[in-house]
């Protein structure tokens, strides 16, 4: 978590190693909130030229490099007008699950082409499955880490969708609030221990189910 713990050899290969896999994982995130918000009936995004593959629309260099030094970041957020909306509160759910369904979804096809080259190419180099194991990792590290019910992370949008509108409608504006409360959970390295027990346990569910296709399969 701190730059102390890393050589600089380290920081080069880390970034080397992680950076790829950052801006793709990013981007898809990104792009899947715009693609919802567009069939949903809001083209903001699509106006601010958010629905591209193009990661230089969805990466925030800053947020980036934070990302790859302190294990905690951000990407340029979607923008959304809810007025376009027709149902914007259960419409905003689904806009904000959209990104990290699709970094579970990257994982889930990360490990089912890691899976036969493990088992079936033993002449596959090391350095890519390396690269597949860091892809998976990341993406679902990624999307447990954006479900945390804290705003401004997407759980925050997704837990208000699915309350009562009674409860929905009274909710206090605790927004400006949600970056002191992670940092919070940063700096007190509780955010790790949210996410690292949910990660493994994804990954096993997701691997579990990787092997059952094969198996299927062959």
């Given at each position: 978590m701190l730059l102390r713990n890393f050589s600089i050899e380290q920081m080069?290969?880390?970034m080397i190693l992680v950076l790829p896999v950052l801006i793709i994982?990013?981007?898809i995130h990104e792009l899947s909130h715009g693609l919802v918000a567009y069939k949903l009936g809001d083209s903001t995004a699509k106006q601010d030229g958010r629905l591209s593959l193009n990661p230089i629309r969805h990466i925030d260099p800053l947020g980036l490099i934070f990302m790859i030094v302190a294990q905690f970041g951000w990407a340029k957020p979607v923008r959304v007008n809810p007025h376009n909306l027709k149902n914007?509160?259960?419409d905003m759910a689904l806009i904000s699950i959209a990104g990290p369904l699709s970094?579970?979804?990257?994982?889930f096809?990360?490990?089912?082409?890691l899976f036969p080259l493990r088992h079936f190419v033993?002449?596959?180099?090391?350095?890519?499955?390396?690269?597949?194991?860091?892809?998976?990792i990341i993406n679902i590290m990624l999307g447990v880490f954006n479900l945390i019910p804290v705003p401004p992370l997407d759980g925050s949008k997704v837990v208000a969708g699915l309350l009562p509108d009674s409860i929905y409608n009274s909710l206090p504006p605790v927004g400006r609030f949600g970056m002191l409360i992670l940092m919070v959970l940063i700096i007190t390295g509780a955010i790790a221990q949210i996410i690292l027990p949910i990660t493994v346990a994804i990954a096993g569910m997701l691997n579990s189910f990787v092997v059952e296709i094969y198996r299927f399969l062959l």
């Open positions: 080069i290969e880390r994982a990013l981007t914007p509160k259960i970094n579970f979804i990257m994982a096809i990360g490990m089912m082409i033993p002449n596959t180099p090391g350095y890519v499955i390396t690269i597949l194991q860091t892809f998976n």
